[in-house]
């Protein structure tokens, strides 16, 4: 079946509502959103991370050679994710790909720990046209920040954002939003109300709560699911997301989960008895690694051990558009359906990070 471009311009927020019910085996239309994993190295090691405990792949940036492999057969591309499992500052061809995509029309964003985002590099990367810069912070002090991403960086990082914010307001720079994110632990949720204020203090205008992935069986460090909040908010934990929930209120700053969701909703059970069914990624979403291996997803490395177990397709060998509607993806499309879905999708939750 022939792939068709995109009949209309897609809202790079909600991008999974494009197709809407078309959802054969076969995808009508190319990918609404390419994540490009432009490295899978990283100077942390958090322990809510697979690849802090196990090597997933032989260490990578991806080459200029493969991401324009990926990229020009599909010009019309809405959006692309340059992050993957990995940091994508440490890759000196980043802000070359972002100007690369803007060129081409996209909507780009990337996560950041933030560590390298010295005033240089801050520069570099509103000269690109960069839309969206997430900062993954994940604490609200130096001593848990430590003990959950494994380095001493904290006041580094809040330093780096500080000096980035206070740059984009001296020159009038609009672009890129700049957006704190905070992983949902029980060792963490109790600092939410203060991570608001240090967002308001750094000159930062958008707080996320990331829900943690976790393995289900084998788990590994933190990513646990006794210390996930999915499901299972304690009247305490639902206090501190009301308290902060009403700071960012005051403060003026806007206050969501991943999945262009609200907070309280993103941790709370779907009714659906199925709920792998309503995912769309499959359909609009494609992941590809450093090396060149394709995935459904982003949240797939997290939620099952072992790449070989959801492999779609090597864009080394094939274009994006053979792998998109090949063999493999018509399979997974068609189990991801049934009552027997892909098991790194049947314990999947909803309204993942976008």
């Known amino acids: 079946?022939?792939?068709?471009?995109?009949?209309?311009?897609?809202?790079?927020?909600?991008?999974?509502?494009?197709?809407?019910?078309?959802?054969?085996?076969?995808?009508?239309?190319?990918?609404?959103?390419?994540?490009?994993?432009?490295?899978?190295?990283?100077?942390?090691?958090?322990?809510?991370?697979?690849?802090?405990?196990?090597?997933?792949?032989?260490?990578?940036?991806?080459?200029?050679?493969?991401?324009?492999?990926?990229?020009?057969?599909?010009?019309?591309?809405?959006?692309?994710?340059?992050?993957?499992v990995g940091e994508p500052m440490l890759v000196k061809e980043l802000p070359r790909m972002v100007r690369y995509l803007k060129g081409r029309g996209a909507y780009v964003l990337f996560n950041t720990n933030g560590t390298v985002l010295t005033a240089r590099r801050?520069?570099?990367?509103?000269?690109?046209?960069?839309?969206?810069?997430?900062?993954?912070?994940?604490?609200?002090?130096?001593?848990?920040f430590l003990r959950i991403r494994g380095k001493d960086y904290f006041n580094r990082i809040v330093?780096?954002?500080?000096?980035?914010?206070?740059?984009q307001q001296r020159e009038g720079l609009g672009r890129p939003r700049v957006s704190l994110w905070l992983t949902g632990l029980r060792e963490t949720i109790a600092q939410l109300p203060d991570f608001v204020r240090i967002a308001h203090n750094i000159g930062v205008g958008e707080v996320y709560l990331q829900r943690l992935v976790?393995?289900?069986?084998?788990?590994?460090?933190?990513?646990r699911p006794d210390q996930a909040l999915?499901?299972?908010?304690?009247?305490?934990?639902?206090?501190?997301?009301?308290?902060?929930?009403?700071?960012?209120?005051?403060?003026?700053?806007?206050?969501?989960a991943s999945g262009a969701t609200e907070p309280g909703e993103s941790l709370a059970r779907t009714t659906d008895e199925s709920p792998w069914s309503l995912c769309r990624r499959p359909w609009t979403v494609m992941y590809v690694t450093a090396n060149g291996r394709t995935l459904p997803c982003c949240i797939a490395p997290f939620s099952q051990r072992g790449y070989?177990?959801?492999?779609?397709?090597?864009?080394?060998?094939?274009?994006?558009?053979?792998?998109?509607?090949?063999?493999?993806?018509?399979?997974?499309?068609?189990?991801?359906?049934?009552?027997?879905?892909?098991?790194?999708?049947?314990?999947?939750?909803?309204?993942?990070?976008?």
């Open 122 to 144: 801050g520069r570099e990367l509103c000269e690109t046209g960069l839309d969206e810069l997430r900062v993954s912070l994940d604490a609200a002090d130096a001593r848990t």
């Open 159 to 167: 330093r780096n954002v500080r000096a980035f914010t206070d740059m």
């Open 214 to 223: 976790y393995f289900d069986d084998d788990a590994i460090g933190l990513a």
């Open 308 to 354: 070989e177990n959801y492999t779609l397709g090597d864009a080394t060998q094939d274009t994006l558009r053979a792998i998109w509607n090949g063999p493999a993806y018509q399979r997974f499309r068609t189990a991801l359906h049934s009552q027997s879905p892909p098991k790194c999708c049947a314990s999947c939750g909803l309204r993942w990070s976008l």
């Open 1 to 84: 079946m022939t792939v068709r471009a995109q009949a209309r311009p897609v809202d790079p927020a909600r991008y999974h509502e494009s197709i809407g019910d078309a959802l054969g085996p076969t995808a009508n239309s190319d990918p609404v959103c390419l994540y490009l994993e432009t490295t899978n190295r990283c100077n942390l090691l958090c322990t809510t991370c697979p690849r802090t405990y196990a090597d997933l792949e032989p260490p990578a940036d991806m080459s200029w050679e493969l991401f324009t492999r990926i990229v020009d057969p599909v010009p019309n591309i809405p959006r692309v994710v340059l992050h993957g």
């Open 230 to 256: 999915f499901e299972r908010l304690t009247r305490q934990e639902q206090g501190h997301l009301d308290a902060a929930t009403a700071i960012a209120r005051s403060l003026g700053i806007r206050f969501n």
